[in-house]
């Protein structure tokens, strides 16, 4: 077979490795570090959707509430993602020759879903839990930003492990009153301290840290 790239790039990684670790010393490393881990390589993540749904318009301007489309956020492990139908209960009317919704149409007349592209994401072997989270008092911004004034959903927070021990070690700068669940613009007040150990006490609150209550 035909080779590609002549020979000596193959040593190429070698060198790389080399002139990071050796020559430039332990910032690069830690640059190349950070490059790899998962704050960089997720944080900001956001893909081109099949339609321009904006929920700054539909949960910001319109106030929408977020159960009206994710429906199973209280009640199971997973949020879900609205219907075409749950669309449709305003685009039959609003719009509804919008080249925007293009797809929409397409997914009505076929009966598939829309292929939304799927943002945030945990390892299989990582086990995670909406339901538990929202009962406890986690609102939807503390995991996934401001989404009521995002005009393209984009991810906010890194997912990773050490990301979900940070909270569990220290819940009580996330707990808020019910409330404020889904209100992603809500910020702590003066005296949260006091308010979040009443709620905690309240609802016994005790995120787990051992390896088995994620990996099952
Ligand atoms: C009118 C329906 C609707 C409302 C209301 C709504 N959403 Fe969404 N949401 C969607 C749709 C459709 C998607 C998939 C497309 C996208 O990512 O923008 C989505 C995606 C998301 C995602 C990313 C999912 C992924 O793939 O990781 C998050 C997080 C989210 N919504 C949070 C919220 C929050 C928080 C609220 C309330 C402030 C809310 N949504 C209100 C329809 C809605
Ligand atoms: C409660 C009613 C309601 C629901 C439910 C709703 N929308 Fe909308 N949508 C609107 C309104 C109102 C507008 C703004 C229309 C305007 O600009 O005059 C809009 C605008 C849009 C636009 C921009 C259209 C354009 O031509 O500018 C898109 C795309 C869109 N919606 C997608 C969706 C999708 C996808 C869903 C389901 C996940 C959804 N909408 C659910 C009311 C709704
Ligand atoms: C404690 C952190 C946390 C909170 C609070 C949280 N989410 Fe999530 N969310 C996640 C994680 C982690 C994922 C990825 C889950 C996976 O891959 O299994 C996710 C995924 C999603 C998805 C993608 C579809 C799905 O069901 O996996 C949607 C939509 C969503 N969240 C909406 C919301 C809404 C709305 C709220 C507030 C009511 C909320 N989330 C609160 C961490 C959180
Ligand atoms: C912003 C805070 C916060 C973040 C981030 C967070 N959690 Fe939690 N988690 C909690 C709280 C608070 C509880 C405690 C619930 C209770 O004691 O009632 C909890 C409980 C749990 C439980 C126990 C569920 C049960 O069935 O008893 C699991 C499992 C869990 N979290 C997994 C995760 C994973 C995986 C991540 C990261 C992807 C994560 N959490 C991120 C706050 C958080
Ligand atoms: C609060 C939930 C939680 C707890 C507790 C937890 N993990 Fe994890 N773990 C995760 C998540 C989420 C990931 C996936 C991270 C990612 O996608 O980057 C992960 C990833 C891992 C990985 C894959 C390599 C890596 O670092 O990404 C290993 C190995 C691991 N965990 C071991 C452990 C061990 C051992 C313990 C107990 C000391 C533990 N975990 C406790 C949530 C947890």
């Known amino acids: 077979m035909a080779q590609i790239f002549p020979e000596w790039s193959n040593k190429v990684p070698v060198i790389v490795l080399a002139v990071v670790f050796g020559v430039l010393g332990p910032g690069a490393t830690l640059a190349v570090w950070y490059y790899f881990s998962p704050e960089f390589t997720d ?15 539909h949960a910001g301007e319109l106030e929408l509430d977020c159960r009206y489309c994710h429906a199973q956020v209280e009640r199971s492990a997973v949020a879900s993602l609205p219907p075409t139908q749950v669309c449709m209960n305003c685009h039959k009317l609003v719009k509804q020759d919008s080249p925007k919704l293009e797809a929409l149409r397409r997914s009505l007349a076929r009966r598939e879903p829309v292929p939304w592209v799927r943002i945030h994401n945990v390892p299989d072997y990582a086990y995670f839990n909406h339901a538990v989270h929202i009962k406890a008092g986690v609102g939807c911004s503390s995991c996934h930003g401001d989404v009521a004034s995002m005009e393209v959903v984009a991810q906010a927070e890194p997912l990773s492990m050490a990301w979900c021990l940070d909270c569990h070690r220290n819940p009580e700068p996330h707990l808020r009153p019910p409330e404020e669940i889904y209100n992603t613009a809500w910020k702590p007040a003066k005296d949260h301290a006091e308010v979040a150990a009443e709620l ?17």
């Open 43 to 57: 944080v900001g993540y956001q893909p081109v959707q099949p339609i321009p749904y904006s929920h700054a318009l």
């Open 200 to 216: 905690r006490a309240a609802h016994g609150i005790n995120p787990p840290e051992a390896c088995t209550a994620c990996h099952r």
